[in-house]
């Protein structure tokens, strides 16, 4: 198993330009979610899911998008790139039940806007 | 704002001692989980506690939660150069299914 992977690695982007994170995962797993980490701030959680279909906001969700057409993709839209949106992001998938379990982190994209 | 807020924000020990980090949170949970990160990798998961469970034992781990404190503990016994790292506390809240970390404690373990 691959686990949970993340492409790209790295991003630069120009203020105004959109782009769009990718996330996989081939366990199976129902609870996928996206967290963006910031110096000193931990992280954040920004959108999640629980099933193919199902989207739900998260603490700091403005200027992001997302969808869940699938069961193993979980992308990340940024509609228009603010540096405010510097950070580096994580995405997560956990099986679900009613309530999650550990959540498997990819490695991350780290993004710069300029 | 944060669910979860660790203390210290930073230890430094001697590997072979013990090492302590704490997390406080605010509102009812269903499960409070314990992450590890590597400088510039992603977190990795170290131990989960259900709301209904009061310690647990993973290897070196130790962790106990108390609901009526909303708080929980990590214990690393004999630590280990490799155990340095930053370690997360994570709370999913009991309502909805969101997960908060907390802002981290910084260990390092000196050789």
């Known amino acids: 198993n691959a686990g949970v992977t993340q492409t790209p690695k790295f991003q630069v982007l120009k203020t105004g330009q959109s782009m769009t994170l990718q996330c996989a995962q081939d366990m199976n797993h129902e609870y996928m979610s996206w967290y963006r980490q910031d110096p000193g701030m931990g992280l954040r959680l920004i959108h999640y899911s629980v099933g193919a279909g199902i989207t739900d906001q998260g603490e700091v969700p403005n200027g992001y998008n997302v969808s869940r057409s699938t069961t193993e993709d979980f992308p990340l839209r940024l509609l228009s790139a603010a540096p405010s949106q510097t950070s580096v992001y994580f995405c997560?998938?956990?099986?679900?039940?009613?309530?999650?379990?550990?959540?498997?982190f990819g490695p991350g994209t780290r993004l710069t806007v300029l | 704002s944060q669910q979860g807020e660790e203390d210290p924000q930073a230890l430094s020990i001697q590997e072979g001692e013990n090492a302590t980090m704490n997390c406080s949170y605010k509102t009812s949970i269903n499960n409070l989980q314990w992450y590890r990160q590597n400088s510039g990798r992603g977190l990795v998961h170290l131990i989960l506690?259900?709301?209904?469970?009061r310690e647990k034992h993973s290897g070196r781990l130790r962790v106990t939660l108390d609901t009526s404190k909303k708080s929980s503990s990590l214990l690393i016994t004999a630590s280990r150069a490799a155990d340095t790292a930053s370690y997360f506390c994570?709370?999913?809240?009991?309502?909805?299914?969101?997960?908060?970390f907390g802002t981290g404690t910084s260990l390092t373990v000196i050789p």
């Open positions: 994570a709370t999913e809240r009991r309502t909805g299914n969101q997960f908060y």
């Open positions: 997560a998938s956990s099986s679900w039940a009613g309530t999650t379990d550990t959540q498997y």
């Open positions: 506690i259900r709301s209904n469970e």
